[in-house]
């Protein structure tokens, strides 16, 4: 486990600053990140942002569906709007 400090991006789009996340990490892999007392768990979709940057997304759930999609190096995350069960 590593803790980082990451770039955060809200749903709505506005930067947020930097925030801890605890990393888990196998190999050169994140199996789950922690961030908000939170463990979100990788849902093996990926994407490319307009940045270029590469990105996965990690899902939560319990009252509501949770995502967000993060950076491979965990540097930076983007939440989304969470959805209602």
């Known amino acids: 486990m590593e803790i980082a400090r990451a770039h955060r991006t809200d749903a709505n789009n506005r930067s947020r600053g930097q925030c801890v996340v605890t990393l ?3 190999r050169n ?3 789950a990140i922690t961030h908000m007392e939170r463990r979100y768990l990788p849902t093996g979709r990926t994407s490319i942002r307009s940045t270029g940057e590469v990105v996965v997304e990690m899902m939560t759930r319990d009252y ?3 995502r967000l999609w993060l950076k491979t190096d965990g540097t ?4 989304q709007q969470p959805l209602a069960l």
Not at 76 to 79: D, H, S
């Open 24 to 26: 888990e990490w196998h």
């Open 29 to 31: 892999t994140i199996m």
């Open 64 to 66: 509501f569906v949770e």
């Open 76 to 79: 930076a995350l983007w939440e």
